[in-house]
């Protein structure tokens, strides 16, 4: 099966980084601005009044990643050379070898003209070269169009999530004060204590990053996307911190550590950058399920919000992405004021069904 086989006459796909014996390609400057601007395009499609990414983003996200996972992208290109289209695909090599993930984008005027038929050929061939049983397409674009390819697949709906919006004038009165005393008044700061830590990870904490994300990944509800226990590794971490540092962002992040052992048991984490000066994106927040009922969730994410309320008086909006089934970090999210904003699927259907239909289309 040639994935251009699908495409019209003019139209070509155009792919980089592919699988694993293109891990030290770095690509070029045209293809980086190229990718970026079709990015940006879609990102303003779903979100209106969304900050721009500049092209160091998308060079970070290439280049900045654990070595050890695969990690491709196509682009389609029309008859006069503009990318209409793209798929990013991912998968990892330490755990769920059976599974890759990918998100297939084509703008509004090119849909419906096999752009979005011959990404997903190249996924799929992507996938099966890798060995991989099932496929987990994304979108963060669930309009009609996306919804109408899924069903056409006779995928199944995996997992629904939104971004949830905060505009902080939505803050509740009082409420961060509420919250920040809660934990002297019913005793958690005789057993707990706070430590905040900013940009990548110093060698004294990887340890407890490490265990923390481990705990977020194995606990944040899957619901049918059919992945097995997931393994975080230390170059996971530091290869996030590398892509974060070289995106232009800066991570806040702060811990929970337990008195008597030292151990760090939650955390919470935030992204800024001063080219984005009224958003702040709330990334995970985890609490090991031991030591859960002491209200460190809510004293975390109060914690950081006041930070960036004093340290960042431009930010207008935090912005989080979670599970529609999260219900108890919904539940915090909620009562500080988040709301929905955008919706976001994931879908699931094997490779070997993914096979079956294209060849009926050809």
Excluded at 1 to 13: C, E, I, K, T
Excluded at 65 to 72: E, F, I, T, V
Excluded at 180 to 201: H, I, K, M, N, V
Excluded at 286 to 309: C, E, N
Aim: overall charge negative; glycine content about 6%; proline content about 4%.
């Amino acid at each position: 099966m040639n994935p251009s086989d699908f495409l019209l006459d003019g139209y070509r796909l155009e792919p980089h980084g592919e699988g694993v014996e293109a891990k030290g390609e770095r690509w070029a400057d045209e293809t980086i601005a190229d990718i970026n601007a079709l990015q940006n395009t879609f990102l303003v499609l779903n979100e209106r009044d969304a900050s721009l990414r500049p092209a160091s983003w998308t060079r970070a996200y290439v280049e900045n990643r654990n070595q050890a996972d695969a990690l491709g992208m196509a682009l389609v290109r029309d008859s006069g050379g503009a990318a209409v289209g793209a798929v990013w695909m991912h998968g990892t090599r330490a755990h769920n070898r059976h599974v890759m993930f990918a998100d297939i984008s084509v703008l509004p005027d090119y849909r419906r003209r096999r752009v979005a038929t011959a990404l997903l050929a190249h996924f799929v061939c992507f996938a099966r070269a890798d060995g991989r049983t099932t496929l987990i397409l994304g979108s963060d674009d669930t309009g009609v169009e996306a919804q109408a390819f899924a069903a056409s697949l006779r995928a199944a709906v995996g997992q629904q999530s939104h971004a949830n919006r905060l505009q902080l004038t939505d803050l509740p009165a009082g409420l961060l004060d509420d919250w920040l005393a809660e934990p002297a008044a019913r005793g958690t700061t005789d057993l707990y204590e706070l430590e905040c830590l900013d940009g990548p990870t110093p060698d004294r904490a990887i340890e407890d990053v490490v265990a923390l994300r481990g705990i977020l990944l194995n606990t944040a509800p899957a619901d049918d996307i059919p992945i097995d226990e997931r393994v975080v590794t230390e170059a996971d971490v530091r290869a996030d911190d590398e892509g974060t540092a070289a995106s232009g962002d800066v991570r806040w992040l702060l811990f929970a550590r337990e008195k008597a052992t030292g151990k760090a048991v939650a955390y919470t984490e935030v992204f800024v950058s001063d080219e984005r000066p009224r958003q702040v994106a709330q990334g995970a927040t985890a609490v090991d399920p031991a030591h859960r009922g002491h209200g460190l969730g809510r004293w975390l994410k109060a914690a950081l919000l006041q930070r960036v309320i004093h340290e960042r008086p431009h930010t207008a909006y935090v912005q989080t992405f979670n599970a529609d089934s999260n219900e108890h970090m919904l539940a915090i999210n909620h009562a500080m004021g988040f709301k929905p904003h955008t919706t976001a699927m994931r879908w699931i259907l094997s490779t070997d069904d993914a096979e079956a239909w294209l060849e009926n289309r050809l």
